[in-house]
């Protein structure tokens, strides 16, 4: 069976140019299925699947720009080559406007053919499997180890998908108990690393020369107590990802060591002569504000530059409260499991108070109280007598950060005097955004409500020097 991403539509009405092709795309193992005019082609895509079209521009019923326009408004996934006559190449350029993948010119040089469909096919085949991927993403609720389906974590799931196989290295930020290892984990089993060694270390639960050891590792009798070699995490990742978290707690001397060892793709362990060659992928977290662990000294900035080729922005639970009960439910499961106990859930005016809470630990602490509950919860469901006070007692319902929550409504007010352009306007409320999310750009977008590359776009606009 002739795999999809290989079968090839031919639309020509003249019968010598598809039969020449036919045979020649045969030879080269492309499935063939050929129309002679416009209207048959598109019955055909309607019909079945073709990863490539090869249309001429001129034909009855429909011609190739007709055709293609009819193609994108139905919705029909397949790549798009023009056949075109000498006299019509500028239309031909207009329809690669219009999405067309290349466009040939006649007569057909077999050779230049030859060399575009593979490339054609591949485009295909990643426009396929992205399209597959946002479809499944829309009613994803775990990611991995990840739960959650709002529109916040959705982004965050389209960011891992597209880094995890690649070399790049991550920084992932976010509130404490926000789920940063699980991220971490999750871009490793989803790269081309899954099956080598994925190990973490909190940068946070070591002093300053245990930590070190710890990441590179000691030769016997490198001091006191050393009676054997101890190989560190560097090494024990070597082909695999490590993960370092809170990284923002590390010594400067030790970020120095680990920036050479990135760098250099080598290190020695402690008390050691010889030079140890790793490839290890890294993936750092922290839950500090990085602009300002840059000020403060606390995070080394040619470290960050390697470190932050992609950051991952995580949203705490206050920010998507729709998620709550989906990891509720996962929770209950798991602690139903874990205690041997078949509690149905939460009573009404349970979850309505859990979904009004703050959640200062984020997910940990949701998980944290539906463990606690399910273990003293005596009847079918929880309700609210097992709940910790703390949550009982608070008022203040969650919600959804707004510009003039990041730092208090006079401190984000924004003077706008009459007369003031819609463009100054306009970069006026991003930049002063930008101040109070810290100069974070995901978090920005975010509460503007624009995409992140919006903002990258707005930001080079405003930089443009001005012409005369």
């Not at 009855?60 to 790549?79: H, R």
């Not at 077999?110 to 009613?139: C, D, F, M, T």
């Not at 602690?335 to 940990?364: A, D």
């Not at 969650?398 to 352009?421: F, L, N, Y």
Request: hydrophobic share 40%; net charge neutral.
């Amino acid at each position: 069976m002739v795999k999809e991403n290989k079968r090839i539509l031919i639309a020509d009405d003249e019968e010598a140019i598809v039969f020449g092709l036919t045979e020649m795309l045969e030879e080269e193992g492309y499935s063939i299925s050929s129309a002679l005019d416009g209207k048959a082609a598109l019955d055909l895509l309607r019909q079945e699947k073709f990863a490539l079209l090869l249309a001429d521009l001129e034909m009855p019923k429909y011609d190739g720009m007709q055709l293609l326009k009819k193609i994108k408004k139905e919705g029909i996934e397949t790549q798009v080559i023009i056949i075109t006559g000498k006299g019509t190449i500028s239309t031909a350029v207009r329809a690669m406007r219009e999405g067309v993948y290349d466009y040939i010119e006649k007569p057909i040089k077999p050779i230049r053919l030859k060399s575009i469909i593979p490339k054609a096919l591949e485009h295909y085949k990643l426009r396929v499997s992205h399209k597959n991927l946002e479809q499944q993403i829309k009613h994803l609720t775990h990611f991995e180890d990840i739960i959650g389906q709002s529109q916040l974590m959705l982004e965050v799931y389209k960011i891992i998908d597209a880094v995890a196989d690649t070399t790049a290295n991550v920084m992932i930020t976010g509130e404490s108990g926000t789920g940063k290892e699980l991220v971490a984990k999750a871009i490793h089993r989803k790269s081309s690393r899954k099956n080598e060694p994925f190990i973490a270390v909190n940068c946070s639960a070591f002093p300053e020369n245990i930590l070190e050891n710890e990441l590179f590792g000691h030769e016997k009798g490198a001091f006191t107590g050393a009676l054997t070699e101890k190989p560190g995490c560097f090494e024990m990742a070597h082909k695999g990802t490590l993960f370092l978290d809170e990284i923002g707690e590390m010594a400067f001397e030790t970020q120095a060591k680990i920036l050479r060892a990135l760098e250099e793709k080598r290190f020695r362990r402690l008390g050691g002569k010889k030079e140890i060659e790793v490839d290890v992928r890294i993936v750092a977290a922290t839950n500090r504000n990085l602009n300002d662990a840059l000020k403060e000294k606390k995070l080394r900035e040619d470290l960050y530059y390697r470190l932050c080729v992609m950051e991952i922005d995580l949203p705490p639970l206050k920010e998507r409260l729709e998620d709550i009960p989906l990891l509720i439910d996962e929770f209950v499961l798991f602690f139903n499991q874990k205690n041997n106990k078949k509690i149905k859930g939460l009573t009404q005016r349970c979850m309505s108070r859990l979904m009004r809470y703050q959640w200062p630990g984020n997910v940990r602490e949701l998980k944290n109280a539906i463990e606690r509950a399910v273990i003293l919860t005596t009847s079918s469901k929880i309700d609210l007598d097992v709940i910790p006070n703390r949550i009982i007692s608070s008022e203040e319902p969650a919600k959804m950060a707004k510009p003039s929550e990041i730092e208090g409504d006079s401190a984000s007010m924004i003077v706008i005097p009459v007369g003031t352009t819609m463009e100054e306007v306009e970069k006026k409320v991003i930049l002063r955004t930008l101040e109070k999310a810290n100069q974070n750009k995901t978090k920005a977008a975010r509460i503007l409500g624009i995409s992140l590359k919006t903002i990258h776009n707005k930001l080079g606009k405003f930089d443009a020097p001005k012409s005369d």
